[in-house]
Nanobody, 123 residues
Framework: QVQLVESGGGLVQAGGSLRLSCAASGRTFSSYAMGWFRQAQGKEREFVAA????????SYADSVKGRVTISRDNAKNTVYLQMNSPKAEETAVYSC????????????????WGQGTQVTVSS
């Protein structure tokens, strides 16, 4: 069992920066690929980024490439999402997820899901 708790959300100005964190419980964190998803009010959930178990492989949605970086610290059981130059339309609840592989996350499949953290981007 893995429990995921996100933090770091809040209000950020467009063009600013924000770092989200997702802390995982359990001793098996390093055996899971991790990902971030977001869901804006009234919209479908969408994939943002994923990272493999070791941190050596990453995937990004086209809409965030070049502005967002996913990373992980297996010693701290934490995955991060660094968001630079966020846009107002990226206001959403951001959730992290754990899965058996990065490819599962790209397909929206996951084993564990966090409760999410609200990110509001003001223009």
């Amino acid at each position: 069992q893995v429990q995921l708790v996100e933090s770091g959300g809040g209000l950020v100005q467009a063009g600013g920066s924000l770092r989200l964190s997702c802390a995982a419980s359990g001793r098996t964190f390093s055996s899971y690929a991790m990902g971030w998803f977001r869901q804006a009010q009234g919209k479908e959930r969408e994939f943002v980024a994923a990272i493999n178990e070791s941190g050596g492989g990453t995937s990004y949605a086209d809409s965030v490439k070049g502005r967002v970086t996913i990373s992980r610290d297996n010693a701290k059981n934490t995955v991060y999402l660094q968001m630079n130059s966020p846009k107002a339309e990226e206001t959403a609840v951001y959730s992290c997820a754990a899965a058996g592989s990065r490819w599962d996350l790209l397909w929206g499949k996951y084993d564990y899901w966090g409760q999410g953290t609200q990110v509001t981007v003001s223009s």
